[in-house]
């Protein structure tokens, strides 16, 4: 399993950014994928999901309305379009296969990736 993040950067808040992660190893068209994300100081936490065909999406609560996450099956690419950014969105962010377990309220995942900084700041 290989997954490799790219679009991350520093945007001012209420601006934009296109993550996007190009997987391969795997049936990506197969696979349920996720964003989740590492602020400085704090533990991982999941972002989104979405089903292997697209079907259905989730988001965490304090993500909702401003984040889309999506995917290109025919490029094995997961998409998370941000909007609306706020300072505390800013992160690691991780682009992961499956949707999470939980260990002592933690998510962990099988295969994840080594990430894309977004900075939110003016």
């Known amino acids: 399993v290989q997954l490799v993040e790219s679009g991350g950067g520093l945007a001012q808040p209420g601006g934009s950014l296109r993550l996007s992660c190009a997987a391969s190893g795997f049936t990506f068209s197969r696979s349920a994928m996720s964003w989740a994300r590492q602020a400085p100081g704090k533990g991982l936490e999941w972002v989104s999901g979405i089903y292997s065909d697209g079907s259905n999406t989730y988001y965490a609560d304090s993500v909702k309305g401003r984040f889309t996450i999506s995917r290109d099956n025919a490029k094995n690419t997961l998409y998370l379009q941000m909007n609306s950014l706020k300072p505390e969105d800013t992160a690691l962010y991780y682009c992961?296969?499956?949707?999470?377990?939980?260990?002592?309220?933690?998510?962990?995942?099988?295969?994840w990736g080594q990430g894309t900084q977004v900075t939110v700041s003016s």
């Open positions: 992961a296969k499956d949707f999470p377990s939980y260990v002592t309220g933690s998510p962990v995942f099988a295969s």
